[in-house]
T-cell receptor, first 109, second 114 residues
């Protein structure tokens, strides 16, 4: 029931773009995205609700495809500060909430 | 404004001992969550309270774990007796509204059970 994220890890150079995917086996009501830096607590990035397809936050945006039970996080023109582990959190229509498997993102100069 | 406050930040205990983790949510928030994070299992939701009432405790591992929220400004997570496999970072988070609202995480409690 834990959503699966892909890729598991990615290394980027500053300025490059990345896409992180989150797939669930159950119908979704909402998708949250968080970033966690090493040794710190997760920090909320954005939430997408059923019926809302895309949101943006500076150079980070996300989409939610209800039919495919998937969400994608888009990071454009990556910065060093983007490094961390990204988690999706999904609430399915059965009111169950699970975090995804996580994607480690490393941005290098 | 103060964020979510957790105590202690670090706890080292011996197997069989009782452990109590504490959380003070952000003032005005009415939802509170307890999570556990390990390398093997990632982030897991243990229990979710709304208006001090446990709504979803399906993630609580077993009877050794219990959580309470006696009022809107305080929650505890207790493990009795503790086991080495309980070693993890335990996060508390709070939000305004229900589960789909933004969750604000506390700094976490790193628990080590020897």
């Amino acid at each position: 029931q834990q959503p699966v994220q892909s890729p598991q890890a990615v290394i980027l150079r500053e300025g490059e773009d990345a896409v992180i995917n989150c797939s669930s086996s159950k119908a979704l009501y909402s998708v949250h995205w968080y970033r966690q830096k090493h040794g710190e607590a997760p920090v909320f990035l954005m939430i997408l609700l059923k019926g809302g397809e895309q949101k943006g936050h500076e150079k980070i945006s996300a989409s939610f495809n209800e039919k495919k039970q998937q969400s994608s996080l888009y990071l454009t023109a990556s910065q060093l500060s983007y490094s961390g582990t990204y988690f999706c959190g999904t609430e399915n229509t059965g009111n169950q909430f699970y975090f995804g498997t996580g994607t480690s993102l490393t941005v290098i100069p | 404004d103060a964020g979510v406050i957790q105590s202690p930040r670090h706890e080292v205990t011996e197997m069989g001992q009782e452990v109590t983790l504490r959380c003070k949510p952000i003032s005005g928030h009415n939802s509170l969550f307890w999570y556990r994070q390990t390398m093997m299992r990632g982030l897991e939701l243990l229990i979710y309270f709304n208006n001090n009432v446990p709504i979803d405790d399906s993630g609580m591992p077993e009877d050794r774990f219990s959580a309470k929220m006696p009022n809107a400004s305080f929650s505890t997570l207790k493990i009795q007796p503790s086991e080495p496999r309980d070693s993890a970072v335990y996060f508390c988070a709070s939000s305004m509204g229900s589960r789909e609202a933004t969750q604000y995480f506390g700094p976490g409690t790193r628990l080590t059970v020897l």
